[in-house]
């Protein structure tokens, strides 16, 4: 009895189970989610149903649908292969694509494909744009909150009209997606912060377990100086970024310095871990010697890499990235001697413009960027489905080259007939003139032969 009580209870578990399971499936929508996207906050993944990025971040989309299916925010996907007027409407170039709307504002997620990361996303673009700090006890949270991040905060008098205020709140609407932005006055920070603080107001930006001001050229704090000094700050010194992140990188105004550690390679490990200890030392305790100029951050897979040079590199490897001009530079020692001294030179020659640059947006580029695309596809298909891989490219290759072949087996079989006719009709007319040739010598002869009578010759 206790048995059979035990079973079904076990069976009304699984099916509750099954069934919240059935209900906490993430939605997928369809082109009338053009109707209605300016209504409330979305988090919409546009898919390809044969991609495999898109197949590796169902479970981990999934997370973040039951996470957020309580709040304000709407989780939903959207085939965008099926309803591609959708997905050109919201320039979506590549699988998978998250966005967040929130009426007419729509924001691109370019971070980690983590549960963690994509709800960190979400909570810094939902907003506000600035967030108070009213106490000692709210720093200490957000400090807290941001311990591996990083977090600006105006420091100032409680004056929305402030001129600085005006441009810090401004810039802090355009990056929402992209940091936190509080603001509070002095006396919400701790003594050893705030005793540090010149004039104010002011600007702090707290990141690697310090905190640095911003300094106005000349005094005159201007909204690109403004600008520029929150994008070179916005990042850690040496954070591990994704491919996506690279774009929003080119902000910094900085050479992208990348290093590509393979963290799963047990023959190199020893050898991944020193060059991506030399990254962290250079951007960490050298900070005064490169901040200005570079931005340090480590990858680890070589596919972002791979895209910038079209190429197949093997991990580790340092490359230094120009954005704003799409060209490159490749370090000039084996990657074994690379140690900080070495590293540093050359960084120093990049800056100077005396290393070679590889890349550019010329038309031989774009045009070796198009077949290494188209390369890049077909591998991406080949390891996602070979089913697929064989319908797309498999069958058609194979009807294609039955057809070729039969058109050129046709086409020289035709030549062969043609020519045995043209043969045929040459002998036989050849025939012909040499009967006619033989009767004609016939007739001749015969008529020699004939005897002529006396009446005949007397006429």
Same mark, same amino acid.
């Given at each position: 009895?206790?048995?059979?009580?035990?079973?079904?209870?076990?069976?009304?578990?699984? @099916?509750?189970?099954?069934?919240?399971?059935?209900?906490?499936?993430?939605?997928?929508?369809?082109?009338?989610?053009?109707?209605?996207?300016?209504?409330?906050?979305?988090?919409? $993944?546009?898919y390809?149903?044969?991609?495999?990025?898109?197949?590796?971040?169902?479970?981990?989309?999934?997370?973040?649908?039951n996470?957020?299916?309580?709040?304000?925010?709407?989780?939903?996907?959207?085939?965008?292969?099926?309803? =591609?007027?959708?997905?050109?409407?919201?320039?979506?170039?590549?699988?998978?694509t998250?966005?967040?709307?929130? /009426?007419?504002?729509?924001?691109?997620?370019?971070?980690?494909?983590?549960?963690?990361?994509?709800?960190?996303?979400v909570?810094?673009?939902?907003?506000?744009?600035?967030?108070?700090?009213?106490?000692?006890?709210? @720093?200490?949270?957000?400090? $807290?909150?941001?311990?591996?991040?990083?977090?600006?905060?105006?420091? /100032?008098?409680?004056?929305?009209?402030?001129?600085?205020?005006?441009?810090?709140?401004?810039?802090?609407?355009?990056?929402?997606?992209?940091?936190?932005?509080?603001?509070?006055?002095?006396?919400?920070?701790?003594?050893?912060?705030? =005793?540090?603080?010149?004039?104010?107001?002011?600007?702090?930006?707290?990141?690697?377990?310090?905190?640095?001001?911003?300094?106005?050229?000349?005094?005159?704090?201007?909204m690109?100086?403004?600008?520029?000094?929150?994008?070179?700050?916005? &990042?850690?010194?040496?954070?591990?970024?994704?491919?996506?992140?690279?774009?929003?990188?080119?902000?910094?105004?900085?050479?992208?310095?990348?290093?590509?550690?393979?963290?799963?390679?047990?023959?190199?490990?020893?050898?991944?871990?020193?060059?991506?200890?030399?990254?962290?030392?250079?951007?960490?305790?050298?900070?005064?010697?490169?901040?200005?100029?570079?931005?340090f951050?480590?990858?680890?897979?070589?596919?972002?890499?791979?895209?910038?040079?079209?190429?197949?590199?093997?991990?580790?490897?340092?490359?230094?990235l120009?954005p704003?001009?799409h060209?490159? &530079?490749?370090?000039?020692?084996?990657? $074994?001697?690379?140690?900080?001294?070495?590293?540093?030179?050359?960084?120093?020659?990049?800056k100077?413009?005396?290393?070679?640059?590889?890349?550019?947006?010329?038309?031989?580029?774009?045009?070796?960027?198009?077949? &290494?695309?188209?390369?890049?596809?077909?591998?991406?298909?080949?390891?996602?489905?070979?089913?697929? @891989?064989?319908?797309? @490219?498999?069958?058609?290759?194979?009807?294609?080259?039955?057809?070729?072949?039969?058109?050129?087996?046709?086409?020289?079989?035709?030549?062969?007939?043609?020519?045995?006719?043209?043969?045929?009709?040459?002998?036989?007319?050849?025939?012909?003139?040499?009967?006619?040739?033989?009767?004609?010598?016939?007739? $001749?002869?015969?008529?020699?032969?004939?005897?002529?009578? /006396?009446?005949?010759?007397?006429?």
């Amino acid at each position: 009895m206790a048995s059979k009580r035990k079973f079904t209870s076990m069976f009304f578990v699984i @099916f509750a189970g099954c069934l919240v399971l059935g209900i906490s499936a993430v939605p997928d929508l369809d082109e009338r989610f053009l109707d209605i996207y300016k209504d409330g906050k979305w988090l919409i $993944e546009f898919y390809a149903p044969w991609c495999g990025h898109c197949k590796k971040l169902e479970p981990i989309y999934q997370k973040v649908y039951n996470k957020l299916k309580h709040t304000d925010v709407r989780v939903a996907k959207i085939d965008a292969t099926r309803f =591609s007027t959708v997905s050109s409407q919201f320039d979506v170039r590549g699988f998978p694509t998250i966005k967040f709307f929130n /009426g007419d504002n729509i924001k691109n997620f370019h971070g980690e494909r983590t549960a963690e990361d994509i709800l960190e996303f979400v909570n810094k673009a939902k907003g506000p744009a600035v967030r108070e700090i009213t106490s000692i006890g709210k @720093f200490n949270t957000a400090k $807290e909150n941001h311990q591996d991040d990083v977090f600006f905060m105006f420091v /100032g008098d409680d004056d929305p009209n402030n001129d600085l205020f005006t441009k810090y709140s401004s810039i802090a609407t355009e990056q929402i997606a992209l940091a936190y932005f509080y603001s509070g006055t002095k006396h919400v920070l701790p003594e050893k912060i705030s =005793s540090k603080i010149g004039v104010l107001p002011t600007i702090l930006v707290f990141k690697d377990g310090t905190v640095y001001e911003y300094e106005a050229p000349r005094n005159v704090a201007t909204m690109s100086s403004v600008r520029q000094w929150l994008n070179g700050e916005r &990042y850690p010194a040496f954070p591990l970024v994704t491919g996506g992140n690279i774009n929003d990188m080119a902000d910094t105004g900085k050479f992208l310095v990348i290093f590509v550690i393979n963290t799963k390679d047990s023959e190199r490990k020893t050898l991944n871990q020193r060059i991506k200890d030399v990254g962290n030392f250079m951007a960490r305790s050298e900070r005064d010697k490169y901040h200005q100029n570079f931005q340090f951050l480590w990858m680890n897979e070589p596919d972002t890499v791979n895209n910038i040079m079209m190429t197949f590199i093997k991990e580790p490897f340092v490359l230094v990235l120009d954005p704003t001009v799409h060209l490159y &530079y490749i370090l000039d020692i084996p990657i $074994e001697d690379c140690d900080a001294s070495s590293l540093g030179k050359f960084l120093n020659s990049v800056k100077d413009g005396k290393v070679q640059a590889y890349g550019g947006t010329g038309f031989f580029q774009r045009l070796k960027r198009l077949f &290494y695309d188209i390369l890049v596809t077909v591998l991406d298909v080949w390891e996602s489905s070979r089913w697929l @891989f064989l319908i797309m @490219f498999g069958i058609p290759t194979g009807v294609i080259s039955i057809v070729c072949y039969s058109l050129c087996c046709m086409d020289t079989v035709d030549d062969e007939l043609h020519s045995d006719d043209e043969d045929s009709e040459d002998e036989e007319y050849r025939q012909y003139l040499k009967e006619q040739q033989e009767q004609k010598q016939l007739g $001749e002869q015969e008529s020699k032969d004939i005897p002529v009578s /006396g009446h005949e010759k007397s006429e």
